[in-house]
């Protein structure tokens, strides 16, 4: 037998065995490759759920900006100076140095 004779028996043996399991009632089997590729549409939100989402966002955003856990824009939050004290946070410093350094004097006399 030569190769058309072996794909064209496989292939009656398939044919065959499709009305054996459709006469059992159960699902056709379809041949390899010329099953069409089942196509989903993609899924659409309703107008009424975007609006339930929209509105639930909202509400949550709005308790997040009372609680004021996190900044809404970042223009909105104060950038924080390095490097460097007031002068009235240096000077206050600088007096709680200097009785720590006079207790420690007395403490050593």
């Known amino acids: 037998m030569d190769l058309q004779g072996i794909v064209s028996e ?3 043996e398939r044919d065959r065995i499709d009305r054996a399991i459709a006469a059992l ?4 089997l379809v041949a390899i490759g010329k099953a069409a590729p089942v196509r989903r549409g993609r899924r659409r939100m309703t107008a009424a759920g975007r ?3 929209s509105e639930a966002m909202k509400r949550r955003w709005a308790a997040v900006r009372r609680s004021g856990t996190v900044s809404v824009s970042a223009s909105a939050v104060p950038k924080k100076k390095r490097g460097g004290l007031t002068p009235a946070g240096r000077r206050k410093l600088s ?3 200097k009785k720590r350094w006079a207790a420690r004097r007395k403490k050593g006399s």
């Open 25 to 28: 009632g159960g699902p056709a």
């Open 51 to 53: 609006k339930r989402i």
């Open 10 to 12: 496989l292939k009656s």
């Open 95 to 97: 007096e709680m140095m």
